[in-house]
């Protein structure tokens, strides 16, 4: 299954974690890694007050290609470097594919969920009716429905949900949609949590 990272970071030395992002893409790819989202200012809140700094999200092969490259002697080096200068949460995620097929244009838009379902007979109404509006709309999952392992930081997700559409227009035309209104109150009265828009890489 494809694998995900999902980073939520807070520069505190913008000189020392620069040299950090630039080194590290050549250090992700080598283990076929690619960036989904990278960069501060990529996010903006939906629900709840989740609203990262910095925020990552990249794609690999299968979550023991992630732990490959993330305990390499060359990442480790650089983990050294980031911690120096940043704080923040590094987890890892299955993905719902048995390969990789985020969008690689740049354009993406992405929502990004951290839900705690309250009600799992009503919450699983609701989760047998979205996949088609998000279908209608372009939308695929990336990740569905997993809580992730922790690599760094405490943040301990219920349940991660990962959508990708083709324009971040897109994805907002899709939670705003007539065709999910409804659904969304069966969630929002099932579940609680967090979710963001992110723009691509």
């Not at 993330?70 to 590094?90: H, N, V």
Request: charged fraction near 25%; include cysteine; proline fraction near 4%.
């Amino acid at each position: 299954m494809s694998a995900y990272v999902i980073g939520d970071i807070d520069v505190t030395n913008p000189d020392i974690f620069a040299e950090y992002a630039e080194r590290v893409p050549m250090s992700s790819s080598a283990y076929g890694g690619r960036y989904l989202v990278r960069g501060p200012d990529k996010c903006e809140s939906c629900e709840g007050d989740w609203n990262p700094r910095r925020f990552v999200l990249a794609e690999y092969k299968d979550v023991a290609t992630v732990k490959s490259w993330y305990y390499s002697d060359d990442y480790i080096e650089l983990t050294k470097l980031r911690q120096k200068a940043s704080t923040g949460t590094l987890l890892v995620a299955e993905g719902v594919e048995s390969h990789i097929h985020g969008n690689d244009s740049g354009n993406a838009g992405y929502i990004v969920g951290d839900i705690e379902v309250t009600d799992p007979e009503t919450y699983a109404q609701y989760a047998a009716g979205v996949p088609a509006t998000v279908a209608a709309y372009g939308g695929r999952y990336l990740i569905r429905g997993v809580s992730g392992e922790v690599l760094e930081g405490d943040w301990i997700p219920k349940r991660l949900v990962v959508l990708e559409f083709d324009t971040i227009q897109r994805a907002k035309e899709w939670y705003s949609s007539p065709e999910y209104a409804d659904l969304k109150k069966i969630r929002h009265s099932a579940s609680n949590g967090n979710l963001i828009f992110a723009n691509g890489a």
